[in-house]
Each structure stands twice: as C-alpha cells, then as structure tokens.
C-alpha cells in the first residue's frame, strides 16, 4: 500500500517560471512532510519542511503548502533555476520517537532554458 | 557540523558473495540512524533503524541484517547477496531525541551496489 504518492515521474518547467510538484499522501497519521532534492547517484538533500499545524512553509524560492483535509502538499519553486533540476521526493511521518519516514516514489524535475 | 560518510561508493559482487557497507556519523551524539535502499526508477525504501547501540528494528524482511557496533556506526550485512540486492544504499541520520517534535533525516552520499 502506498501511502505517500507522487503521481507525476516527470516534469517540465522552463526557467523563470513556476515549478509545482505535489504529493498525496492517504495516513491521517502523518504529521510532518518534507520535501528532499536528489541528484543521480548522490544521497538526497533536506530542502524543507511542514508540520502539520502549519499550512504553509516558505525558505527563498521554496514553498511547501499543506492542505490537510485534501491529505496533498505541494512544493512550489519560484523563479526555477537550471540547478533545480533534479528528482524531488516528499515524504512523511506520523511523530515521535525514531522518525520513520514514508516516501513518495519520485517526480523528475527538468528545467529547459 | 554534522558529516556522514559511507563507504565504498560503488560496489560489484557476485551473488552469493557476502556484503558490509559501513555508515559513520561525526559532530553529533546518539543520532537515530537508519539504512534505505533504492532500487532503480523507485522511491526510498526504508530497510533498517536503530535508535542505539545495539538496537536494530527491521522494517522489511530479507536476507540483509544491520548492527550498530558504536554510537556513531551503522553497518549494513548479508552473508549471500542475490541479484535482488541491487541498488542504491542510502545511510541516514536524525537527531536522537524522545518528544513531540519531528526531525529531519540527512542523508549520506550512497553507495551503488550491482549483484551480478
């Protein structure tokens, strides 16, 4: 079962304009989401984060927003950049003790000059 | 600052051949640490996490095993690797703390395993 979903593999956006990856996600326990950037053959890097007790998040260019009773986050980067090129994954845990975290199956991002 | 290493970076076995890849982690104390596998075009699958020394919990049966020797080491095991056993094996930290409060994992930079 899986309960963290990206539905989208890929994406396309060219540069300057909007990037929005989403997330869908079916635990109503979860409680924390966050979004990591990976390139090929490197471990993937926190980019940012939401607590459930927040609906939105923002760090520069990166925005996370949560709608909770939708059970979907998106991540908006704003302008996108060349370098934001990369696969995206969101993921999720329900709190406490060790995080466990659930993660999405992956969006490719591509930014076209 | 905190650092994670893995090692080696890339590794080809023969099936049946036995594995260790070690995680360490420096600039923290008592991290929670956890092993995940990605297997080609998929997400991140979580295999192992310990939240000290000693203390293992596994999360997806197979013939993988973890120990956590040291505060700060995580070594991921198997005594005869299938093809199966291909992927990308991501070592990850967390601060080690007990609350109502989330944390964030860090990842370390992999380690590429072909089983051939």
């Known amino acids: 079962d899986q309960q963290v979903k990206q539905n989208s593999p890929s994406l396309s956006v060219q540069e300057g304009r909007i990037s929005i990856l989403n997330c869908d996600y079916t635990n109503s326990m979860f409680d924390y989401f966050l979004w990591y950037k990976k390139y090929p053959a490197e471990g993937p890097t926190f980019l940012i984060s939401i607590s459930s007790i927040k609906d939105k998040n923002e760090d520069g260019r990166f925005t996370v927003f949560l709608n909770k009773s939708a059970k979907h986050l998106s991540l908006h980067i704003v302008p996108s950049q060349p370098g934001d090129s990369a696969v995206y994954f969101c993921?999720?845990?329900?709190?406490?003790?060790?995080?466990?975290?659930?993660f999405g199956q992956g969006t490719r991002l591509t930014i076209n000059p | 600052s905190q650092t994670i290493h893995q090692w080696p970076a890339t590794l080809v076995q023969p099936v049946g051949s036995p594995l260790s890849l070690e995680c360490t982690v420096e600039g923290t104390s008592n991290p929670n640490l956890y092993w995940y596998r990605q297997a080609a075009g998929r997400g991140l699958q979580l295999l192992f996490y310990s939240v000290g020394i000693g203390q293992i919990s596994s999360e997806v049966p197979q013939n993988l095993s973890a120990s956590r020797p040291q505060d700060r080491q995580f070594i991921l095991s198997s005594k005869k690797l299938l093809l199966s056993d291909s992927g990308f094996y991501l070592c990850?930290?967390?601060?080690?703390?007990?609350?109502?409060?989330?944390?964030?994992?860090?990842f370390g930079p992999g380690t590429r395993l072909l089983v051939l």
């Open positions: 990850a930290w967390s601060v080690g703390v007990w609350g109502f409060y989330q944390e964030t994992q860090y």
């Open positions: 993921a999720a845990s329900g709190g406490g003790g060790a995080q466990k975290l659930v």
